[in-house]
T-cell receptor, first 114, second 110 residues
Framework: NAGVTQTPKFQVLKTGQSMTLQCAQDMNHNSMYWYRQDPGMGLRLIYYSASEGTTDKGEVPNGYNVSRLNKREFSLRLESAAPSQTSVYFC?????????????FGPGTRLTVT | DAKTTQPNSMESNEEEPVHLPCNHSTISGTDYIHWYRQLPSQGPEYVIHGLTSNVNNRMASLAIAEDRKSSTLILHRATLRDAAVYYCIPHTGGSEKLVFGKGMKLTVNP
C-alpha cells in the first residue's frame, strides 16, 4: 500500500503561471481533501470531496479549482499563481469509521511562487 | 467549531512520560476529540481519538476530563521520533472536516 501519493514534491512557478497538483490514494476511501500549510501555521482546508463526483469548498478556496477524477484521484489546480499561494500543499483521504473520519495524509508538495 | 487551547511548546526527556494538555471548553456533547501529529517535513498522522472514556492504542493514551472541557495526550515513554507538532482537534461526528489550529511543538531531549 502506497497510501496517499502526491506529485510533484517541489515546484517553483512564476506569478501568473498555472499548474495542477496531483493526488492519488489506494485505500479505496470515499473522501479526499486538499489543505495548505503556511510557515508556522496549522493546516487550512481548501476543498474536499465526500465522494466521486462531488466537491465542496473549505476555508480558503479562492484561487483554486479541484477535480475528483475518479475514486482514487483528486487534483488541485492553480489557474493563475500568486505569491500568496506559496505554501506546502497536503492531500488527504479518509473513510467514515463509526461516525468519525481518520484522515491519511500525503507527503506534501512544496510550492514557491515568485 | 469548538476552540482549543494548547501550549505553544513543551520539552521532555527521552524515555520519560509526557503529558500534552488541551483545553476545549466549548466542545459540544457529540464532538470527538482527535489528536494528530506532524513530524518534521511530513504530513500529519492520526494518533488517537475519544469521546468520553479514556482510550489507549499502540501510540498513546488519551485521558478525557469528566466534563470533557479538557483532555491530555499521554506518551508513556517519549522517543526522539515523537518530536513533532501535536494537534488537538474537536471534531463533530459525521462531519467531513477537521480544523487544525497551530498545534503544540514537542521537543524530546536525548
Amino acid at each position: 500500500n502506497a497510501g496517499v501519493t502526491q506529485t510533484p514534491k517541489f515546484q517553483v512557478l512564476k506569478t501568473g503561471q498555472s499548474m495542477t497538483l496531483q493526488c492519488a490514494q489506494d485505500m479505496n476511501h470515499n473522501s479526499m481533501y486538499w489543505y495548505r500549510q503556511d510557515p508556522g501555521m496549522g493546516l487550512r482546508l481548501i476543498y474536499y470531496s465526500a465522494s466521486e463526483g462531488t466537491t465542496d469548498k473549505g476555508e480558503v478556496p479562492n484561487g483554486y479549482n479541484v477535480s475528483r477524477l475518479n475514486k482514487r484521484e483528486f487534483s488541485l489546480r492553480l489557474e493563475s499563481a500568486a505569491p500568496s499561494q506559496t505554501s506546502v500543499y497536503f492531500c488527504a483521504s479518509s473513510e467514515a469509521l463509526a461516525g468519525y473520519y481518520e484522515q491519511y495524509f500525503g507527503p506534501g508538495t512544496r510550492l514557491t511562487v515568485t | 467549531d469548538a476552540k482549543t487551547t494548547q501550549p505553544n511548546s513543551m520539552e521532555s526527556n527521552e524515555e520519560e512520560p509526557v503529558h500534552l494538555p488541551c483545553n476545549h471548553s466549548t466542545i459540544s456533547g457529540t464532538d470527538y476529540i482527535h489528536w494528530y501529529r506532524q513530524l518534521p517535513s511530513q504530513g500529519p498522522e492520526y494518533v488517537i481519538h475519544g469521546l468520553t472514556s479514556n482510550v489507549n492504542n499502540r501510540m498513546a493514551s488519551l485521558a478525557i476530563a469528566e466534563d470533557r472541557k479538557s483532555s491530555t495526550l499521554i506518551l508513556h515513554r517519549a522517543t526522539l521520533r515523537d518530536a513533532a507538532v501535536y494537534y488537538c482537534i474537536p471534531h463533530t461526528g459525521g462531519s467531513e472536516k477537521l480544523v487544525f489550529g497551530k498545534g503544540m511543538k514537542l521537543t524530546v531531549n536525548p
